[in-house]
């Protein structure tokens, strides 16, 4: 009897299955060492990589996944972009993100956008793995600097009895403002977000109107400001 395996062991090992992930990142070398240190784990497994935000929503819409671990500045749709896009395309599926940017300001965007963590690379041998994981137990998973950061935060609001003011921007203008910004057409920018072209022209309108602005060049700008592209 002593050399029984207990049912419900060998049951439990028969059932558990590799975390699926879906990793972004418009750098091939970066997302072939990022790849290295999940797929060597025996929980993990990455079954869909992107090159870029608005491939990552399409890959998620082909592949099933349990996890999509996304870099923050990527072409067409940012990493902040591409997590509000997948929050509302697949609401169970838990989003990192996997940045260089230790920048209190995309922290809470990503946060707010939908991402359970906040993953910088210069440590991703250290701390990837345990944020793939503890997402998946639907834990947030932050770096010490970005729990200070949140601390701080809702310290000062306390205090100051405020709240953050609501974007000027619309999550669907701001991912127009980045792609015309980009150089993209309208028929362009209409294929990528699914949305018509006369939506394009609407949306584009309402972003001269907000920002006071009156053409590409100053739209341009105004994104290379926000942090939407890079100058």
């Known amino acids: 009897m002593s050399d029984d395996i207990p049912p419900e062991r060998t049951t439990a090992s028969a059932a558990s299955k ?16 990022v790849r290295l240190i999940l797929d ?4 993990l497994r990455v079954v869909a990589e ?17 996890l999509a671990v996304l870099d923050i500045a990527m072409p ?11 929050a509302a395309l697949t609401p ?5 993100m996997l940045t260089m940017h230790d920048n209190e ?14 993953v910088l690379k210069s440590v991703a041998d250290r701390d990837l793995v345990a944020a793939c994981r503890a997402a998946m137990r639907n ?9 200070t950061a949140l601390i701080r935060t809702c310290l000062d609001r306390v205090r100051h009895g405020e709240e953050n003011p609501d974007h000027l921007l619309t999550p669907r203008e701001e991912e127009v403002l980045k792609l015309v910004a980009e150089g993209h057409s309208s028929k362009e920018i209409a294929e990528i977000l699914f949305i018509s072209v006369k939506t394009v022209h609407r949306h584009r309108a309402n972003l001269l109107r907000k920002l006071g602005l009156h053409d590409r060049l100053q739209l341009t700008r105004y994104a290379i400001r926000a942090g939407l592209i890079e100058p």
């Open 18 to 33: 590799p975390i699926r992930i879906l990793l972004a990142d418009d750098h091939a070398l970066v997302r072939r060492g």
């Open 40 to 43: 060597r784990e025996p929980d």
């Open 50 to 66: 992107a090159g870029d935000g608005a491939e990552a929503v399409e890959q998620a819409r082909r592949t099933e996944v349990d």
């Open 76 to 86: 067409r749709l940012t990493g902040l972009q591409a997590t509000r896009e997948l």
């Open 92 to 96: 169970g599926l838990r989003i990192l």
């Open 105 to 118: 300001q995309y922290l809470f965007q990503a946060l707010k956008a939908g991402a359970c963590g906040y």
């Open 139 to 147: 834990e947030p998973f932050l770096h010490p600097g970005a729990v």
